[in-house]
């Protein structure tokens, strides 16, 4: 294959300049500022071009022409029939020179904060009417059984609930471990060995089983319900689902409501169990504290109270993650960005919800399930 | 001539199926192949071994007297360059519109600047028949034809010199599907392409091929002009070509005459 070659030739009265070889985009894309450096500097406004002994041009190499040019056909130009189609080509499309970029408008500022602002109370809209259309589903469950969707609900509770087991246990396992390790360090300096009892319980129990739990289950289940909900948006069967005359509030959303509703309680209790026996393991270990004596203290440090505050606290939080889920899930439009940004953005507001959430039950339930000083 | 695809002694196996065995064809430069065959009879799977998606099992395919697979990345790239595929579906990336779509293999090149890209893309969208506004669009913003246009400009992008196309008139309607065969043809003509097209559609194998190839018992059964293929005395030539909304469709281009 022969490279696109450029030659000025100066006869008497001026020069032409004489195009040779491929002008393809496979011989010129190699060197293509190089090519258009020196027809620019061989181009002038009066020259002649002759094209003749040209083998090949395709678009790629008739633009890197058409641009020295100074977009338009040069008044002494030779050139083969089927090559000045391509110029003809090029010359019929273009009609739109490249836009400059729009300056940014000195309220640019202000444009980011109102369209944020707008952005969010859009968010609050709509997720209060997926909660009502939650509570109008629900009525209609209570009146209508038969069209609870059970299936759905114990697929739902296997995937999000057993299917988690595992890693719950060994987080929860980990962290009652460290956190009894931690104290331990503290407490044998003051010689207050037996209040390991009274921390791990009631930090567990109470704070940490629930939140650490909701969290896990908020990155692994959360993520796993928007991303559902955002493919069937993109592949339409949602809207499927609806010319079938299946409401998508009942069958998808409800189920999914319902089941980490049950499911995230009973993980806490679960993790709770488990942290609780890597607590009393590590001290053990660390403070010689027997099993037997912190089997018969932790119900008289922790009254039961606090098991039923932590045990709502993840209905409350598995109710909301999937809420959260639901409603990003089914803003997604359908192109791939948006499914990872509404992943991504359920993800972070679930938990931010549940850390909000539990916040405000700390405040409500100051008085609630402390043991007797 | 020049041989551009050249498939020898091709066999594909999925499980214990034989798709393909011993399957040859060359295609020459400059020809519009239409590859027919009934359901599940391997085209798409002849198609994607060709793209380079697929590896062969047993046998070899070349494109433009080279291997598709072996000698580095450099050469397989600048192979690969070569040729332009249409998907069914269009395969636009769904988070750029049309505009970046087009760009995007001129981008990958990293040779041109912005004003030169902006430049060749204009052209390509004028080439398939859109308006520069058009550029602006989503694909989920798009209709079906004005997906497989947009896919077409960007096979069209990086010049190929072999164009691939898969059911390049499914899911389109009559008057659409008409004239995106009408714009493909046009254009295999402007720019010296090869085709070679999988397809379904009787109206677009009879305007558009210089050639027909037939995929059936596992291997390439006849490849001819359609009035040779007709000529064969085969079941499944004679339900593809000659069952009555098959003659209809062959007499509308001229190619069978009308006997009663």
Redesign the interface.
């Known amino acids: 294959m022969s490279a696109a070659r450029i030659e000025v030739i100066v006869r008497d009265g001026g020069s032409v300049v004489r195009l040779s070889g491929r002008w393809?985009?496979?011989t010129t894309?190699?060197r293509?500022?190089d090519l258009?450096g020196e027809l620019s500097r061989v181009a002038s406004p009066a020259g002649s071009w002759d094209c003749l002994n040209l083998e090949a041009i395709?678009?790629?190499g008739a633009?890197?022409l058409?641009?020295a040019w100074g977009r338009a056909m040069p008044s002494d130009l030779s050139i083969k029939p089927e090559h000045w189609?391509v110029f003809e080509?090029?010359e019929?499309?273009?009609?739109?020179?490249?836009a400059a970029l729009v300056p940014l408008s000195p309220l640019h500022g202000v444009m980011v904060i109102g369209s944020a602002s707008i952005g969010v109370g859009r968010h609050l809209v709509d997720f209060v009417a997926l909660i009502g259309q939650f509570g109008l589903d629900l009525v209609h469950v209570l009146r209508n059984w038969a069209d609870l969707p059970s299936r759905e609900i114990s697929a739902n509770l296997y995937k999000s609930g057993v299917r988690a087991m595992p890693v719950t246990a060994l987080v929860g396992f980990l962290i009652g471990v460290v956190l009894s390790y931690l104290s331990a360090l503290q407490l044998k300096q003051f010689g207050a060995d037996i209040f390991i009892v009274n921390i791990i319980g009631l930090g567990i129990v109470r704070e940490l089983g629930p939140v650490l739990v909701a969290i896990l289950v908020a990155g692994r289940s959360g993520s796993a319900m928007t991303a559902q909900l955002g493919v069937m948006r993109v592949t339409e069967e949602i809207d499927a689902l609806a010319t079938m005359g299946v409401p998508r509030g009942l069958r998808l959303v409800f189920p999914k409501v319902v089941a980490l509703t049950i499911a995230l309680p009973l993980l806490v209790l679960w993790s709770t169990a488990i942290a609780l026996i890597g607590g009393m393991v590590s001290a053990q270990v660390q403070l010689d504290i027997s099993y037997g004596f912190f089997f018969q203290t932790l119900p008289r440090v922790v009254p039961a109270a606090n098991l039923w505050i932590g045990l709502v606290k993840g209905a409350v939080f598995g109710a909301f993650i999937a809420l959260v889920a639901c409603h990003f899930g089914l803003r997604v439009?359908?192109?791939?960005?948006?499914l990872s940004a509404n992943t991504t953005a359920s993800v972070v507001s679930a938990i931010t919800v549940v850390i909000i959430l539990d916040a405000m039950f700390a405040i409500a339930t100051r008085s609630i399930g402390l043991p007797p000083v | 001539m020049t041989t551009v695809i050249r498939i020898r002694d091709l066999s594909t196996r999925f499980g214990d199926v034989w798709i393909h065995k011993g399957l040859s064809l060359d295609v020459q430069r400059g020809e519009l192949v239409s590859l027919v065959g009934g359901s599940g009879s391997g085209k798409t799977t002849l198609l994607r071994m060709i793209i380079g998606l697929l590896m062969p099992d047993q046998g070899s395919i070349e494109i433009f007297g080279e291997p598709l697979f072996g000698g580095g990345v450099a050469r397989e790239r600048s192979l690969r360059q070569r040729f332009g595929v249409l998907f069914q579906h269009g395969a636009l990336f769904s988070a750029f519109n049309v505009f970046d779509n087009i760009a995007f293999p001129l981008r990958e090149l990293k040779r041109y600047d912005e004003g030169s890209i902006h430049d060749l893309v204009m052209l390509k969208l004028s080439m398939v028949e859109l308006l520069p506004h058009h550029g602006k669009l989503m694909p989920a913003e798009l209709s079906g034809g004005m997906v497989k246009r947009v896919a077409l400009a960007r096979a069209l992008a990086l010049e190929p010199e072999l164009l691939l196309l898969d059911e390049p008139t499914a899911g389109l309607d009559p008057d659409r599907s008409d004239s995106f065969v009408r714009l493909i043809r046009m254009l295999s003509e402007e720019l010296g392409l090869t085709v070679m097209l999988v397809t379904h559609d009787l109206d677009t194998l009879a305007a558009l091929s210089t050639r027909v190839a037939v995929l059936a018992e596992q291997r390439i059964l006849a490849y001819g002009t359609t009035d040779e293929i007709i000529q064969i005395d085969h079941p499944f030539i004679r339900n593809f070509f000659l069952s009555e909304r098959s003659v209809r469709a062959l007499q509308n281009s001229g190619l069978v005459a009308v006997h009663h």
Not at chain 1, 92 to 97: K, L, Q, T
């Open positions: 393809t985009l496979a894309s190699q293509v500022a258009a395709d678009s790629a633009i890197l058409w641009r189609r080509r090029i019929a499309a273009d009609h739109e020179p490249r439009r359908p192109n791939t960005e948006s």
